[in-house]
């Protein structure tokens, strides 16, 4: 992204709620009105121009740090230790407070009365029947409730802030201020730090910065600075003072609480590791050295992502507390509701989980910013996590199965994934998974959301042991927040139903020997080559309107019949479609091995019949599996000349197309029919004429496959042959 131009732009100086966009009414008057001289901030030199820009996190507000306020005796009691952990270490945190118990006492009451008051209230406005009316005021009251106790709860709240589907609509209001609207600490205090860290003058690294925070949330604080060096407006992250002690002693309570309850409720899922997890990705985060690392890394493996905006890090200018990265200008996406942006922020995070395992592992609203050219811009890279290759071709195999109501498969891809104990009875399980997703899975892949799943779930994970890995937690909670996310803009969005067409073009295309197996074993039973499969997972790549934009959106003049023939042919006459036109080659062949049966039977038939002397006929040349393979030819033929099917593009547009397995019975007459489609030019000019269209690479490829086929077709006769000859 390049640099804003100067002179630096303003920021509304009278939005409270929105500090990073212009209002017309703001006059260059207003703006004027809104800077700030070394008067303001004495401490700084006379060379140094300070802006700040009013707003509810100005000091002038009367707002005060909470935190602070009712939560720092956390920090000022001795507990310098806590602050000086470099990485999350359980047995060390037990350690600083189990000598403290009048500190863990202390903070117990203070959580629990917390609460307890909070439940309270509640309880007495449902006996007095004023529920209703007091709904937004408890709201508001649970929201100064969780910055009282600090950035732990915080970090669990904003989690449910972007789930409206889960929450009513006043908490998601409230919870979705602390994204980035908590009251700030002091500037003063901030600039101390920045000195500190970085062990040089404010005035020296900025030309400019903000005397206000631009936003502030429970870790840090964010203000807009313009670096001395080069003139680059920057983004200034400050850690919040105190806040490594606080969010160790939560977890250590967290973490005692976890295993009361696992003991109590006798839970299969190992809810200490689970908490561990969480807390080492949110250690992680309060390391901002390596959030600047993290960050470079994001922006070299995603940056490149059409409409996909990756600020640049300064790494050199960062610390452990401080942060300075390029200045971004945006709205939040949750406000603008662009549904176009949501979809690509889909395709990004299963690029980031399923095909690189790096990915983003906090995409709550406030971390997601639409930029004024439209593009998705992607901040705050402190809580990311790694997905292990085999778990994420584990999770891929377990969409497919369960699209495919493959139940048995199902629950092995759980006993995979970590989900299920090895020694777990699978097939008990898939008896039990059949009744939990056969319903959810009936209304068609685009209608499933995370809701339906999760049904009847509960009780099955309890019957049957199942646990829930460390790492799970954070993959499903990326996912359950970018869905929150989207059904701002879309009450019925699913983001399950828009994640499988990746999904589809991933096991297509994908070259790992997991996959491919994972394929094969899909496409394939008992032998027998399943056409109506491959047309799904076929049908389903090329739904995605994600795609479509990514990849540069196709002549809307073609007939969509048309149009998807070149898809098809365009995708499996390419380098990705090597095993896809493998398998459909090796089908070719067999349904021409059994044509060329069929025809010499018809024509022998048809000679002997004619003779006026009556000749017993030969044994039939073509058998069942012949038949078989002639109508998987005949629906080949369809597919590749006349595109998807009737049923396909109805399936298409009303988004419940399943995959479905059909039983092909065939008779004699049945296969004449089929020999005389094929024969018919018309079922081959649709394909040749769209041969033309393609790419250079395409056509070449096009031209070879006549003399593949004629390999293999021989291939074929000379093995029957020999074994007819042997047997």
């Not at 300064?314 to 939040?332: A, C, N, P, T």
Request: net charge neutral.
């Amino acid at each position: 992204m390049a640099p804003l131009a100067l002179p630096l732009p303003l920021l509304c100086p009278c939005s409270s709620r929105r500090p990073w966009q212009f209002h017309r009414h703001c006059t260059p008057a207003n703006l004027q009105q809104s800077f700030s001289t070394r008067s303001r901030l004495p401490r700084l030199s006379t060379g140094l121009r300070v802006r700040c820009f009013r707003g509810e996190n100005s000091e002038n507000s009367g707002e005060t740090d909470t935190f602070s306020k009712y939560s720092g005796y956390v920090f000022e009691v001795g507990t310098s230790e806590a602050e000086l952990l470099d990485n999350y270490d359980p047995n060390k945190i037990a350690l600083i407070y189990r000598n403290r118990p009048l500190l863990l006492l202390r903070r117990l009451l203070q959580i629990g009365s917390t609460f307890g008051r909070w439940f309270g209230l509640r309880y007495i406005d449902g006996l007095l029947g004023r529920s209703d009316s007091m709904f937004k005021k408890r709201a508001a009251e649970l929201r100064s409730a969780l910055v009282q106790l600090g950035p732990a709860f915080v970090k669990i709240a904003q989690a449910v802030s972007s789930r409206p589907d889960v929450i009513p609509p006043e908490y998601v209001e409230e919870l979705s201020l602390l994204q980035d609207r908590i009251a700030p600490f002091s500037t003063e205090i901030a600039l101390d730090i920045i000195e500190q860290e970085l062990e040089v003058p404010v005035e020296n690294l900025f030309s400019e910065i903000s005397l206000q925070p631009i936003a502030a949330a429970s870790l840090g604080q964010v203000y807009q600075a313009r670096l001395r060096s080069n003139g680059q407006i920057v983004a200034v992250k400050v850690q919040r003072p105190g806040v490594r002690a606080a969010i160790a002693l939560d977890i250590y309570i967290l973490r005692l609480l976890a295993g009361y309850i696992r003991n109590a409720g006798k839970f299969n899922t190992d809810l200490q590791a689970v908490v561990d997890e969480w807390a080492s990705s949110l250690f992680q985060e309060m390391d901002y050295e390596a959030e600047a690392q993290n960050g470079l890394k994001f922006r070299k493996l995603f940056g490149q992502l059409p409409d996909v905006v990756i600020p640049d890090m300064y790494l050199e200018l960062s610390s452990r507390r401080v942060l300075i990265m390029e200045w971004v200008e945006g709205q939040k996406l949750s406000e603008v509701k662009d549904l176009h942006l949501v979809e690509v922020g889909l395709y990004c995070s299963l690029t980031q989980l399923l095909e690189s395992g790096f990915y983003h592992a906090d995409p709550h609203p406030g971390n997601l910013l639409r930029t004024y050219d439209g593009k998705l811009a992607y901040l705050d890279f402190g809580m990311m996590g790694e997905f292990k290759q085999d778990l994420r071709d584990g999770l891929i195999e377990a969409c497919l199965h369960l699209v495919n109501r493959e139940f048995d498969a199902l629950a092995g891809d759980f006993v995979t994934l970590g989900l299920l104990p090895p020694t777990a009875q699978t097939s008990d399980v898939a008896q039990a998974l059949t009744g939990v997703f056969q319903n959810a899975v009936t209304k068609g892949i685009r209608n499933i959301s995370f809701g339906d799943l999760s049904g009847n779930l509960g009780r099955t994970m309890y019957k049957f042991k199942f646990q829930i890995p460390s790492y799970f937690s954070l993959v499903i909670r990326s996912l359950a927040v970018l869905e929150g996310v989207a059904l701002s803009s879309d009450p019925n969005y699913k983001v399950l139903g828009s994640s499988y067409p990746w999904i589809a073009r991933k096991v297509l295309t994908d070259s790992s020997p997991q996959l491919r197996s994972t394929l094969q074993a899909l496409l394939y039973k008992d032998g027998t080559f399943r056409i109506d499969r491959l047309e799904s997972l076929i049908t389903e790549s090329l739904r995605s309107t994600t795609n479509e934009t990514l990849s540069g959106r196709e002549e809307k003049a073609d007939k969509q019949s048309r149009l998807a023939m070149k898809r098809i042919l365009k995708f499996t006459l390419s380098e990705q479609g090597d095993f896809v036109r493998d398998i459909l080659l090796e089908e070719l062949a067999k349904g021409m091995d059994a044509l060329n049966r069929a025809t010499f039977e018809k024509a022998a038939s048809g000679v002997i019949s004619r003779l006026p002397i009556t000749f017993s006929l030969p044994p039939r040349l073509v058998e069942d599996e012949d038949i078989k393979n002639l109508e998987t030819l005949r629906r080949l033929m369809l597919v590749l000349s006349d595109g998807l099917t009737k049923e396909q593009n109805q399936g298409l547009e009303k988004g419940n197309y399943l995959l479905r397995e059909v039983d092909i019975q065939m008779t004699w007459n049945d296969a004449v029919v089929v020999l005389q489609k094929l024969g018919s030019s018309k079922e081959f000019l649709p394909m040749l004429s769209v041969i033309l269209e393609l790419p250079a690479s395409a056509q070449q490829q096009s031209f070879r496959l006549p003399v593949d086929l004629t390999g293999r077709l021989a291939s074929r006769i000379i093995a029957r042959t020999i074994r007819r000859l042997v047997l």
